[in-house]
């Protein structure tokens, strides 16, 4: 391949984290994998901060709930879907409560807390 067709070429491989992004993002399938999993990465950030903010480490945590280090990093990682039980048992070992809800388009909001 000679200097100017390597130049043109489109690869992740040497350019920046946020070019290499905008790449992935102009793909249709990248972008509603992407879009499906923002709201678990979303959690997954909460589950951090609140980890964090009280001095656990992944593994604590997990004894706390009464499950494995392993299924506190794939909670963390941001492309696991935890069940319901399993939050409400996070909630409880992290001194949270789960709060869930349904928004319709007018914004009106309902909601069920689990202690």
């Known amino acids: 391949m000679n200097k100017q ?5 489109i690869s992740p491989i040497g350019s920046d984290f946020a070019a290499s992004r905008e790449l992935r993002r102009r793909d249709p399938g990248y ?3 992407e879009a499906e999993l923002a709201p678990l990465e979303a959690l997954a950030r909460i589950l951090i901060a609140y980890r964090i903010e009280q ?3 992944q593994e604590a945590l997990a004894q706390r709930v009464g499950t494995s280090k392993t299924a506190i990093c794939r909670l963390e990682s941001g492309q696991h879907k935890p069940s319901v039980e399993t939050l409400v048992k996070i909630g409880r070992a992290l001194g949270q409560k789960l709060v869930i809800g349904f928004e319709d388009a007018s914004g009106r909001r309902d909601v069920a807390t689990f202690s």
Do not use: E, K, Q, Y
Request: net charge neutral.
């Open 31 to 33: 972008a509603a994998v």
């Open 55 to 57: 001095g656990l480490t």
């Open 5 to 9: 067709a390597a130049s043109t070429a």
